[in-house]
């Protein structure tokens, strides 16, 4: 599997971008792939605090080029798989200009696939902020995929997203990949925000069991968990070589992919044909 790269952009605040960063990788875990998150906000430090064993905070006041420190350690002697950069809101002019820097070509050679995603809600300034980046990397040319996370945490509302960005990626042939969050109820992120517990952590038995009294809540809780990660799982691994789906591996992916079917009413087995068919932006 060659090693990927994910940057959550910066963009608009408040969309759920460091949800959906810790959603991504905790598909991840749940396949079993080496990961590193890191976390650049230094006003929230949301991943900072909520995953203590996988995260590193970038610091910008500290530091000058405090993100060099994510591609020097693809230069590590163990270099882990998967690696997620949550970007603060409103990232600078200086941050993209640091993209400019970084050795495209070198990374290629490294087997390192590198991700531009971007969380977008019901509001169109969420649209707007992501436009700028596939602009960017755009214009660069730089070999980069796109991860379009379409979260409904304001409504299921996507008209600006579905009629302008969309087209406008297909226009520019870009590479990209669709995935919807479902909204959660407020009280239950509220809850689990209060106790600084992920909700991944929090449903393998981490955090105060009164946390959630009721059976149906957890249950919820978990249904929501399976909603989103499923669609990342069976990203990670439609990545994976034919000999890295170990028995776990493909038993996990098969579970999500049952699920997902269950879901979209169809079978696994039309799922997995529309997933193979499936191709967006090419």
Not at 121 to 145: A, C, K, M, Q
């Amino acid at each position: 599997m060659r090693r990927m790269l994910i940057f959550m952009a910066g963009t608009k605040g408040g969309v759920g971008k460091s949800f959906a960063s810790a959603m991504l990788a905790g598909a991840a875990e749940d396949l079993g792939l080496s990961l590193t998150v890191y976390d650049t906000d230094n006003e929230n430090r949301t991943l900072a605090t909520l995953m203590k064993e996988h995260c590193r905070f970038l610091d910008e006041q500290k530091e000058t080029y405090p993100l060099d420190e994510v591609i020097n350690s693809l230069y590590e002697s163990s270099p882990v798989t998967v690696t997620i950069v949550d970007m603060k809101a409103g990232t600078s002019r200086s941050t993209q200009e640091w993209f400019s820097s970084v050795p495209w070509d070198a990374l290629r050679k490294l087997d390192v696939d590198v991700y531009v995603a971007g969380c977008v809600t019901s509001d169109p300034d969420s649209v707007r902020t992501f436009g700028p980046w596939l602009e960017y990397f755009h214009n660069i040319d730089s070999p980069v995929h796109y991860l379009l996370i379409k979260n409904a945490k304001d409504g299921d509302n996507f008209f600006v997203c579905d009629s302008l960005l969309e087209p406008g990626m297909r226009e520019m042939e870009l590479d990209y990949t669709v995935f919807f969050i479902s909204p959660i109820e407020q009280e239950y992120i509220s809850k689990l925000n209060n106790n600084d517990i992920l909700l991944r952590d929090y449903l393998h038995g981490k955090g105060p069991k009164t946390l959630l009294p009721t059976i149906m809540q957890k249950s919820r809780l978990r249904n929501h968990y399976y909603a989103v990660t499923d669609q990342f799982i069976e990203f990670f691994a439609s990545r994976m070589e034919a000999n890295e789906r170990n028995e776990s591996r493909q038993k996990i992916l098969t579970s999500a992919q049952k699920r997902i079917a269950l879901r979209s009413g169809t079978q696994p087995d039309e799922h997995e044909k529309e997933e193979t068919t499936k191709s967006k932006g090419n």
